[in-house]
């Protein structure tokens, strides 16, 4: 059905919404894709206007040069520690702990997540632990990591790994749990057992969700790093801090802040990838 408003200058379709060629688009639109190009350039413009800032507050000495240095000093600072310092070692040390951490927490969470979420006794078992345990802030545990582990590998990893099961296990339940009952269902009536329909369902349903989870909880892995390496520690992103604050190197610091920050950038592009790669289907159906 086609009218038209004001003499005929406005088209509507059946329904009376205008026509998408004539619909003016807005600056801002609930759930809308924009161009790619869009989303560099804002991206990119977010950081633009956050170095420019942090150079405007050193300029104007609205900050103190001494503890917050200007951008290009935090850069050459870095390029210092990277040359002359070997900071390439501790970085991919610390990359190897997150690494490890996060696998062996993967490990156990994802297996006993999908059964949580799949069977309410086990849930109604297993949950009543992983609840309480939740709300234990990991650091509480590094007297006893340092007496059980001593100060090598073990007690950092140990860390890592407890400060982000308890809450992946939990999101992966929760994500498990979405999977519409209908498909479960419908294979029960196709006369599939229990471990068929886990195994072709449940699990095929779950895993993009899954996929987000572990990257979102990736992120909080990372924000435990420092304090792993802090204790006892001579190696690592963390060791390298607490070293320059003996020497009140500020440039140094923050360079290991930034470099925290990119090497997390980047592990969070390589899940969004793998998720794309993985489950082309899911972004075709939101784009």
Not at 18 to 24: D, E, I, L, Q, V
Not at 147 to 176: C, R, S
Not at 214 to 242: C, D, H, K, P
Not at 261 to 281: I, K, Q, S
Request: hydrophobic share 55%; net charge positive; aromatic share 12%.
């Amino acid at each position: 059905m086609v009218s038209s408003a004001k003499g005929g200058k406005v088209r509507t379709e059946r329904g009376g919404s205008p026509t998408g060629s004539r619909r003016k688009r807005r600056w801002l639109e609930f759930k809308t894709p924009i161009p790619r190009h869009h989303t560099i350039a804002l991206g990119i413009s977010i950081w633009v206007i956050f170095f420019a800032l942090w150079e405007a507050a050193v300029a104007f000495q609205w900050v103190n040069a001494l503890f917050v240095p200007p951008p290009q000093k935090v850069l050459a600072g870095l390029y210092k520690l990277v040359v002359e310092q070997g900071f390439l070692t501790d970085v991919v040390i610390s990359v190897y702990r997150i690494a490890l951490s996060f696998a062996l927490a993967c490990a156990i969470a994802i297996p006993l997540g999908i059964l949580m979420g799949s069977f309410k006794r086990v849930e109604a078992f297993v949950n009543p632990l992983v609840s309480s345990w939740r709300y234990l802030p990991a650091p509480s545990f590094i007297p006893l990591l340092l007496m059980w582990f001593g100060t090598g590998e073990g007690q950092k990893i140990a860390l890592l790994f407890i400060g982000v099961i308890w809450f992946l296990i939990t999101i992966i339940m929760d994500h498990v749990k979405s999977v519409r009952t209908e498909l479960i269902e419908t294979s029960m009536t196709l006369g599939g057992n229990r471990w068929q329909i886990l195994r072709t369902v449940v699990i095929p349903a779950s895993m993009p969700s899954i996929l987000v989870a572990m990257r979102q909880m990736l992120a909080v892995s990372w924000t435990y790093l420092v304090i792993a390496e802090i204790v006892a520690a001579t190696t690592g992103i963390g060791a390298m801090m607490m070293r320059a604050k003996r020497f009140l190197h500020v440039e140094q610091i923050m360079a290991g802040i930034l470099v925290i920050g990119v090497l997390g950038l980047t592990f969070d592009y390589l899940f969004r990838l793998a998720h794309r790669l993985l489950f082309p289907y899911i972004n075709e159906r939101e784009a």
